[in-house]
Each structure stands twice: as structure tokens, then as C-alpha cells.
């Protein structure tokens, strides 16, 4: 029996954008417990290694109880076998859904024939989906760009995943050839919307609640993800913005510093201590933008290698703090 959450979630919807190397399990973990309402998405997953149960890519799809309802999984591939080969992987590990990829600009994965690159030939992408979806009970949603080279085909392309049995569609206000330049068009995304019965979310440029909540319009929420290396806890002002309650401040430096120490305790856990602060160095290098001192901070932070070594530099930023 298929189960489709995302037909009976309240609206607007929040949801965490996939990023290679940011959205692993102890980052969502630790968004939900900021918004428990916001949807959590893996990092783009491989369906080749995925198939293969290669495992790093099995590790890379794990995920605790305190991450269901709801957690999916985001897979890119461009084979219809190794799609449905993964798709039992993610069945058997009992994710609450399946994302399919159908936006990543990297060279590498487009070169190859996956991610947006599936948005060059939409016809076969479609008939590619409906297999998906009538091949598992979980609900597939998709996230996507406005097209390659450009949005001509993009409402047609929308309403031909739609008729393929996608339960949500996610885009990002940019094509394929424009990468991360220029603004993000709503506008287009907003269009789509008025076509479409299933839900829509937009992405791209999302910095603040204040934000969020002037491009929300017909949408029925947001993906976002690179403000949230920056701002973990715009999830909750999104949330407080969405129910016209007041925005909750970024909390003081304090607070902000347990998060990420909390960060790192928790990364260690789920692998060790080693892995964890090679991982962490990304995150700090987002969070440490507008602290005193930042410059000669982010140059240590960026090569911590231990614990300790990070509570001593975090110690250091307290007590250079005006």
C-alpha cells in the first residue's frame, strides 16, 4: 500500500536541502530538534553504489529514529535497473520516502549522464519516473531546476512528472547552465504551481524568514540549503514567520557554539573523532562569517583535527566577543 506524507502534511512545508557533504545524519538530526516539522533528505545518494551496497554509500543512507517522520532518501543514477535496485535498498532500511535528484549542476554529475542532465531528453525522464513510482509503496518526490539551458519546456516538463505519480516536486529557480549565478527566478516556480495538484516547493536564495515568507505566495513551502550552514536555525524562524508568530532571534554566540560542539560530539559518534572533525571543518567555515575575528579563527578552525582542539579555539571566540 502506497502511504503519501507529503499529501497530509500541513502547509507551508520546510524541508532540507540534500548537500554532498553537509546533510549527513548528525546535521539532520540536529535540524529536527531546532523545527521538528522540517522534512530531512539524505545526501545525493549513487543508485549504482547504492545497488552494489557499497558501504560508504550504505553508511551514507543510514539515519536514527529521531529522523523519521519524515526522512528520504535523494538518489541520482540515470540506469531504470540501478534505480530499482536502490529503491528496494531504501525500502528495506524503512525511509519514509524516495527523492529523486534531477537537479545537481556539478560538471561531474552531469558529465555523466545523471542529475539535471536527465532534464535534457524530459520525455524518457518522465517514463523513467513512472516506472519508479509504480515499483515502490514510498511516496517519490523529485527536485529539479528550471531546465538545462533554459525554462521553455519547464510547466510541460512539471505536469509530465506530475502524470508519472511524483508526490511532490521541489525546483530550484535556476537552469542547469546557470549553476549558482544570477538570482533565483520564483516567478517561474510560481507558475508551475498554478498547473500543478500536487505539492510544489521552491528553492533558491532563501537567507532569512523574512525571505521565505515574501516568496511564498501559492507555494505550498521551501527547500533550503546553503543558509543553513550559515543559520541552522532559520527552520524555526521560517516556521515561526509561516504561523505569523514573531521571528525568533539567532541565538547568542554561546548558545551557537554548544550547537556545533554538540555538532562535533555527535559526528564523532556516528563514526569517530578522526572523520568527524575532517567533517566539521566545512561547517565552521560557513558558521565562523560575521564573528570577531573571524578571519583568524576560520584559519584554525578549518584544520582542527580533535575535540579538545576546537573546545580550546571556541573558548578563544567567547572571550574575544565584544
Excluded at 544570477?182 to 498554478?194: F, L, N, R
Excluded at 573523532?273 to 578549518?302: C, N, P, Y
Aim: net charge positive; aromatic share 8%; hydrophobic share 40%.
Amino acid at each position: 500500500m502506497k502511504i503519501n506524507f507529503w499529501a497530509d502534511l500541513p502547509r507551508p512545508m520546510l524541508v532540507l536541502a540534500p548537500m554532498a557533504g553537509y546533510t549527513e545524519s548528525p546535521f539532520r538530526r540536529l535540524i529536527k530538534e531546532l523545527e521538528p516539522s522540517t522534512i530531512l533528505i539524505s545526501e545525493l545518494v549513487s543508485c549504482e553504489a547504492l545497488r552494489r551496497r557499497n558501504e560508504k554509500t550504505m553508511r551514507l543512507v543510514e539515519f536514527t529514529p529521531e529522523e523519521k517522520h519524515y526522512y528520504c532518501v535523494q538518489l541520482f543514477g540515470k540506469s531504470e535497473e540501478a534505480f530499482l535496485d536502490a529503491i528496494k535498498v531504501v525500502e528495506e532500511i524503512d525511509a519514509d520516502g524516495i527523492d529523486l535528484n534531477l537537479g545537481c549542476p556539478s560538471p561531474k554529475v552531469v558529465g555523466s549522464g545523471h542529475g539535471s542532465a536527465l532534464l535534457k531528453n524530459p520525455c524518457s525522464t518522465a517514463r523513467l519516473i513512472e516506472k519508479i513510482v509504480q515499483a515502490t509503496h514510498l511516496p517519490v518526490s523529485v527536485k529539479t531546476r528550471l531546465g538545462f539551458y533554459d525554462d521553455t519546456r519547464l510547466i510541460q516538463t512539471a505536469k509530465d512528472f506530475e502524470n508519472a505519480g511524483i508526490s511532490s516536486l521541489a525546483i530550484h529557480g535556476r537552469t542547469t547552465k546557470q549553476k549558482f549565478s544570477g538570482q533565483a527566478q520564483w516567478e517561474k516556480i510560481y507558475e508551475v504551481k498554478k498547473s500543478l495538484h500536487i505539492p510544489v516547493l521552491g528553492n533558491g536564495d532563501i537567507t532569512s524568514a523574512a525571505i521565505a515568507l515574501q516568496r511564498l505566495k501559492n507555494l505550498d513551502g521551501m527547500m533550503i540549503g546553503r543558509a543553513a550552514m550559515r543559520n541552522p536555525w532559520i527552520f524555526r524562524q521560517c516556521r515561526a514567520a509561516f504561523d505569523k508568530q514573531p521571528i525568533p532571534s539567532k541565538p547568542p554566540l554561546e548558545e551557537q557554539l554548544q550547537f556545533f560542539e554538540r555538532h562535533a560530539n555527535l559526528a564523532s559518534e556516528w563514526k569517530n573523532e578522526t572523520w568527524a572533525m575532517i567533517e566539521m571543518r566545512k561547517h565552521f567555515s560557513h558558521f565562523i562569517r560575521g564573528v570577531r575575528g573571524a578571519a583568524q579563527f576560520r584559519d584554525r578552525l578549518i584544520r582542527v583535527s580533535s575535540i579538545k582542539e576546537m573546545k580550546q579555539i571556541f573558548s578563544e571566540i567567547k572571550k574575544n566577543a565584544p
